[in-house]
């Protein structure tokens, strides 16, 4: 490998080392040292974004562009080393990586397309009317705004897409706003490369230095630091309830509190209705199978749930799955604590009241194997945590009486990312109760698919109510992304000089 991590922190444009060192635990190869962030790391790091601001938002769209797509460029120019290295890290195999980068530099062209338009700019104008009466009215503007410096935190389960220069710190950057991240330690080298070319990007684009940092660290002094830090006006997160829960409310007892746009979990349930089940079951069973256990089910919109009315068919797509899920290999989970995660999940669900066991397999150290269980839908209603997300590939049947009790596990939902309706002609009846039902459930309702493909769009929503997400009005997919790290402001009888470039050329 021709990239040798150094472990050190960018900060500013500077490589920062620190004191205090821990070490990657990697899938296969050798381990790595790097530095644990301090309080006074992160907030080295805010203070260079605050000084970055006002010059970075004030840059020309054609500016933001051109250095979204020298990420881009510099991310593409580094490929074979972040994908051996990332492998080495993830476990991810090298065909899931090169496509998790073209992922990454896609959506930061997207982005710099899409700013370049000026549409997520929403500008307004209500033209004065002095001769009003009883009273005249003022002449006034609106327009998006950048909020200032964006925390971000890197996922475990997308080492690139979701982390250092992934949506949440792509959207931040075409808004306007400087980025301090925070890696994660289970792929910091991954981090430290995808780091080194943004450096080069932002070097190469005159961009002011604090306009970007990368601050690593495995324990939570550098989350909390970076959550709590009064510069910081906003943070995007990718993680577990648990883990999320706890940066959302340390967001929320701040002094000023700001908008945690945490993406959590979500079991993602499919709904089997009739005609589509007794026409395609077994074929239906078999792709919930290869969903189910792809990437070793470290998806978020990965579907854990499926619900059938009991009979026959409901027997045969069953009976598909546990065949498509017993062909599948033991594969490398992210990290021994989801590994460990997993496992318990498992025995969690498995000494569940009313739970059958369809497929039991092994959990051994990071190699996992899926799991299939089967449970009434009064059971389901009955036992509320068998609606908890165990992230892996592990999936609950969940067999209902009829199309009465099918609404009743809808509405018992929690917030989603997906719900899916599997359904044929003959099924638009009890589609049309359930899509209502759904909507308030989750933020992507699919047809006649599975959930885990997630396309990088203008339209995507990639989010949903609690707990799915923190803000059930935002998404952390897609173009619409941007807008989370904006505001609307009003300009009023402004003159033409004062206002944003933005509104006075258009």
């Keep these: ?138 002449e006034i503007f609106m327009m998006q705004r950048p909020i200032g410096p964006v925390g971000v935190f890197g996922a475990s389960n997308f080492p690139l897409a979701f982390s250092t220069a992934g949506g949440d710190t792509a959207s931040a950057l075409a808004a306007g706003c400087p980025v301090v991240v925070k890696g994660h330690p289970a792929h910091p080298g991954t981090g430290e490369i995808v780091a080194e070319a943004i450096a080069a990007a932002v070097k190469a684009c005159g961009m002011p230095a604090g306009v970007f940092s990368l601050v690593q660290g495995n324990t939570r002094v550098t989350g909390e630091s970076l ?34 746009f945490g993406e959590l979990g979500s079991v993602n349930p499919m709904f089997m209705l009739p005609s589509a089940l007794s026409a395609r079951g077994e074929s239906l069973g078999a792709g919930w199978a290869g969903s189910l256990s792809m990437g070793a089910g470290q998806f978020c919109t990965n579907p854990g749930i499926s619900v059938a009315i009991e009979g026959g068919d409901a027997d045969a797509f069953a009976d598909a799955a546990v065949k498509g899920l017993e062909k599948v290999d033991a594969q490398v989970m992210l990290t021994d604590g989801i590994a460990d995660a997993y496992r318990k999940g498992a025995e969690r669900v498995s000494g569940t009241t009313g739970v059958q066991a369809l497929m039991t397999s092994t959990c051994d150290l990071r190699n996992a194997k899926p799991y299939l269980f089967r449970t009434t839908g009064d059971e389901w209603l009955a036992n509320h945590e068998l609606g908890e997300e165990v992230f892996g590939p592990l999936g609950i049947m969940v067999t209902v009486k009829d199309e009465d009790q099918m609404l009743e596990v809808a509405k018992s939902l929690e917030g989603q990312l997906t719900c899916t309706l599997h359904m044929d002609d003959g099924d638009v009846a009890l589609g049309q109760k359930l899509v209502p039902v759904l909507e308030r459930k989750a933020g992507r309702i699919l047809a006649n698919g599975f959930p885990t493909g997630v396309e990088v769009v203008d339209s995507m929503v990639h989010g ?43």
């Design 1 to 138: 490998m021709t990239f040798a991590p150094h472990g050190k922190h960018l900060i500013a444009g500077e490589w920062v080392a620190g004191k205090d060192m821990f070490q990657s635990s990697p899938a296969h190869g050798p381990a790595h040292s790097f530095s644990n962030g301090t309080a006074d790391d992160v907030a080295r790091a805010c203070e260079a974004a605050e000084a970055a601001f006002s010059a970075y938002a004030a840059t020309t769209r054609e500016e933001r562009a051109a250095f979204l797509n020298k990420i881009a460029d510099e991310i593409e120019a580094r490929g074979e080393d972040i994908t051996e290295i990332g492998t080495q890290e993830s476990g991810l195999p090298a065909a899931r990586l090169n496509g998790e980068r073209g992922r990454t530099t896609g959506q930061l062209r997207l982005f710099a397309e899409h700013i370049l338009k000026g549409e997520y700019l929403d500008r307004r104008h209500d033209a004065a009317l002095p001769d009003r009466q009883p009273a005249a009215r003022p």
């Design 227 to 260: 959550v709590k830090h009064p510069l910081i006006k906003a943070v995007g997160f990718t993680g577990s309830l648990a883990g999320g829960r706890a940066l959302f409310d340390l967001c929320a007892q701040r002094p000023e509190p700001i908008p945690f």
């Design 464 to 506: 949903g109510p609690y707990p799915a997400s923190t803000n059930f009005g935002a998404t952390s997919v897609g173009t619409l992304a941007i807008r989370r790290f904006l505001r609307p402001v009003s300009y009023q009888n402004l003159p033409k000089a004062l206002l944003p470039a933005d509104l006075a050329n258009a």
